[in-house]
C-alpha cells in the first residue's frame, strides 16, 4: 500500500480579500435592512447583464463572467457602488474620495506588507499627531 494522498485544497470562492470584503459588504447592508437580498440579485443581475453587453464577454458557452473572475468581483462592486448611491447611503463623491484615499495608501504601503487604510478623518489625523492638537 502506498501513502494516502494530501488533502484536496478546498475550493477556493474567493481569488482576492478585496472580493471577500465587497461581497460581505453586500451581506451586512441587507441584513441591516438596507435592501433585501432579492432586490440585490436583481440589481446585480442587471449590471451583469450590461457589462457583458458592453464587454461582448458572453457567448454561447459561458453568458455571465465566471464568479470567480476578477471581473465577476468588479462588476459586483460597481453594483454595489450605485446601489449605494441609488438608496442615498453613499454620493458618488463620497465613494470616489474614499477610492481615492484607498489608493494613496495602497500606493504607499511597503510591498508585502498590509495596507493601512484610516479613512479621511484618521488618515489626517495620523499626520497631524503632535502637532498641538488637543
Known amino acids: ?46 449590471h451583469l447583464k450590461t457589462a457583458v453587453a458592453t464587454n461582448r464577454s458572453a457567448d454561447d458557452h459561458r453568458p455571465m463572467p465566471e464568479v470567480d473572475s476578477a471581473s465577476y468581483y468588479d462588476v459586483w462592486l460597481d453594483a454595489l457602488e450605485s446601489l449605494l448611491i441609488q438608496r442615498g447611503l453613499a454620493s458618488a463623491d463620497d465613494l470616489g474620495q474614499l477610492k481615492e484615499a484607498w489608493t494613496k495608501a495602497y500606493l504607499h504601503t511597503p510591498y508585502g506588507m498590509p495596507v493601512e487604510f484610516r479613512g479621511r478623518d484618521r488618515a489626517h489625523d495620523s499626520h497631524t499627531q503632535g502637532a498641538g492638537r488637543d
Open 1 to 46: 500500500m502506498g501513502e494516502p494522498a494530501p488533502p484536496e485544497e478546498p475550493e477556493r470562492v474567493f481569488c482576492e480579500p478585496w472580493q471577500a470584503h465587497v461581497f460581505a459588504f453586500a451581506m451586512k447592508l441587507s441584513q441591516a435592512g438596507q435592501f433585501t437580498w432579492a432586490e440585490w440579485g436583481e440589481h446585480f443581475g442587471a
